[in-house]
């Protein structure tokens, strides 16, 4: 041992009998005590964090999903549903904000995922997407490949024409005449009641809707058979252009969609019912297909 060696570690150990008798340390000591994982601290366990974008909670939950993260399929191009802003390229509709309420009444996580409508309930019946929106309806050949929730709202189909249409006011009407050829949307119910009244070849079926309204105002078909709250849109930034004719021609009712037999179905009803015995599905309802929508074609992508 070194000179004054002895007398230094007696000075330590002076220095450590009077830290244990104090019962405290420095702050910077305690900062840098690793506790062994072996070591109780607490009997209290930290509730994890819900992950980003969890809505409601275990506790208030009429159905507790446990923050499971729902793909909800939405084509992103069928007013007032679903649609992105171009300046803000911020997604928005009817079926952004009713499934977010959806999640914030199940505790669960809303995922939408942009699909083309002509493969959009497929994905669904195939298990790639939990659910389909896009202002579906029910109808009893879909259900022998999906189940449906309940309706969420009940629709109209009209005849979208040119502003000043005088040759006919009614389906009946056009489809008397052989020259008239009749637009809408593939894969829809609005096809499926065009050929109810006029034969396949006088019928001009679009990928998406506003190819159908483009070809209107062009001329290249006399009138589009469309559900009423979707040309009231389309009226309504063609004001000028477009008119809403006739009586409806069917009433429909819209419900979300889902695999058959998904766990998804009882908890997506018991939402809606509190959403309509509380009000809300009825303000929903007047906010996207009401007369004060402002939302045009021009507005989104």
């Known amino acids: 041992m070194k000179p004054g060696s002895k007398m230094f570690v007696l000075l330590v150990l002076a220095v450590l009998i009077l830290s244990a008798c104090s019962g405290q340390g420095s702050p910077a000591a305690l900062a840098d005590t690793v506790v062994p994982e072996t070591v109780a601290t607490s009997d209290a366990v930290a509730p994890a964090a819900d992950p980003e974008g969890c809505l409601g909670s275990a506790k208030a939950a009429l159905v507790d999903l446990n923050c499971r993260e729902i793909t909800i399929a939405v ?59 896009d202002g579906i309806t029910i109808t009893e050949e879909r259900a022998q490949t999906v189940d449906f929730s309940s309706g969420y709202v009940q629709i109209q189909q009209r005849l979208l024409v040119r502003k000043g249409e005088t040759r006919f006011n009614s389906i009946e009407e056009l489809a008397a005449n052989p020259e008239f050829v ?49 040309g009231l849109g389309y009226q309504g930034e063609n004001a000028d252009q477009l008119d809403l004719i006739g009586q409806s021609i069917s009433s429909d009712e819209l419900g979300f969609v889902f695999a058959r037999g998904s766990d998804l179905v009882e908890p997506v009803n018991q939402a809606l019912e509190a959403m309509r015995g509380d009000g809300t599905l009825e303000i929903l309802n007047e906010k996207y297909f009401g007369p004060d929508f402002s939302v045009s074609q021009d507005d989104i992508q």
């Open 182 to 230: 009749l637009g809408t949307q593939v894969n829809t119910t609005n096809y499926e009641t065009a050929t109810d009244y006029l034969p396949e070849e006088r019928i001009k079926a679009f990928e998406q809707f506003p190819f159908a309204i483009q070809a209107l105002i062009a001329g290249d078909v006399d009138a589009v058979i469309i559900d009423e709250v979707v």
């Open 75 to 133: 084509e992103n191009a069928y007013l007032p549903f679903n649609y992105i802003i171009v300046a803000t390229g911020e997604a928005g509709g009817w079926d952004y904000e009713a499934f977010t309420e959806i999640c914030s009444r199940l505790h669960c996580t809303p995922k939408f995922v942009e699909t083309a409508w002509d493969g959009l309930i497929q994905s669904v019946a195939a298990g790639q997407n939990d659910v389909g929106a």
